[in-house]
């Protein structure tokens, strides 16, 4: 029996992991797809976006939200039951695309395809890792390490371990194809220096491809990487033996009440990502007289809004992710204006 192969979608936050598969699931060309999306938090959100693209690929069940943590740390109580009640669908499955959330760690992922409940029956056709191109251009996230060890040489008070950092490079040592999203918002000579110092750190043979938030499928699907089988040339910092919770990220949920305008929920977004700490902001919130939910997303100094179906029967909330300690309070009177 032929194994069903799995490309794992993983990337930092707001990186463009979501909107990528929305395309892929519209671009699915008869290949039927099953999906898992994992959240950092105790509500979902992603999973509804790509619930809304998925009817071409994705039968009834074929969708699954996870919000118990990130899949690296539920491994067992999460992960590997999920794929058991896939890999036993009655039709079989061309492929698996598992979403996993900005803050988790592909190497416990991968090797979760040695338990004997999946390895017989799935593989991972590839790592694919989005990198913001504009957040690197702006340095809220950096692979040059030379600038970094010379911040903190100058500066005692910088954390030696960033977790943003860790998490970041982990993912990129992971990566069976990088791709560069919000290419177009990133000036080429800006945008090949990114490429050159991504080459730098990933491993020999990973390509690189730029993105506006659309790929064709076979772009994404095919590497027949079987990563893992691979594994000792993907370590990052958190190796066997070492924990990989997620204590230094926090999040909340916040139901905002509904802003008079865009503008105004804008201005609230923009207010919550300039505090301290905050990392994301996303969800779906209220517009005063509109019948439709407006979709929320932000991320650095990028706030994105477009109206939703106006029949969408998602929950309307906010869900923020950030580091540890940063001010909830403070968010929640930001976004509730």
């Known amino acids: 029996m032929s194994r069903v192969p799995v490309t794992v979608l993983t990337g930092f936050l707001g990186a463009g992991k979501t909107t990528l598969l929305r395309s892929l699931l519209t671009q699915a060309d008869g290949r039927r797809i099953a999906v898992i999306v994992n959240e950092f938090g105790d509500a979902g959100f992603d999973g509804g976006l790509v619930e809304e693209c998925a009817a071409k690929a994705c039968a009834p069940g074929d969708i699954v939200e996870l919000t118990n943590g990130c899949i690296c740390c539920t491994v067992a109580d999460d992960f590997i039951p999920t794929m058991d009640k896939l890999l036993a669908r009655d039709r079989p499955l061309d492929a698996i695309v598992i979403e996993t959330s900005g803050l988790a760690l592909p190497q416990p992922l991968l090797k979760a395809f040695d338990w004997p409940a999946v390895r017989t029956r799935a593989t991972v056709d590839g790592v694919v890792t989005v990198v913001d191109a504009l957040a690197l251009s702006e340095g809220r996230v950096t692979i040059d390490e030379d600038a970094v060890a010379a911040q903190r040489a100058a500066d005692d008070s910088l954390d030696h371990d960033d977790p943003i950092e860790e998490v970041f490079e982990d993912q990129l040592a992971c ?21 050159a110092r991504l080459k730098s750190v990933l491993r020999p043979g990973v390509n690189i491809v730029r993105s506006k938030g659309d790929l064709a499928a076979q772009v994404l699907i095919g590497l027949n990487a079987a990563a893992e089988d691979d594994m000792a040339a993907r370590a990052g910092h958190h190796g066997e033996e070492e924990e990989h919770d997620h204590d230094d990220f926090d999040s909340i949920v916040v139901m905002p009440p509904a802003a008079a305008s865009v503008d105004a929920m804008r201005a609230r977004v923009s207010n919550a990502l300039n505090l301290t700490g905050v990392l994301r902001v996303k969800g779906h919130a209220r517009i005063a007289d509109k019948a439709a939910p407006i979709v929320v997303q932000g991320v650095g100094g990028r706030v994105d809004l477009a109206f939703a179906r106006p029949d969408l029967k998602q929950a309307e909330h906010l869900v923020v992710i950030g580091l540890k300690g940063f001010d909830g309070d403070a968010v929640r009177r930001a976004l509730q204006g």
């Open 175 to 195: 990566a069976d194809l990088v791709v560069l999203s919000k290419s177009d918002l990133v000036s080429p000579t800006v945008l090949a220096g990114i490429e």
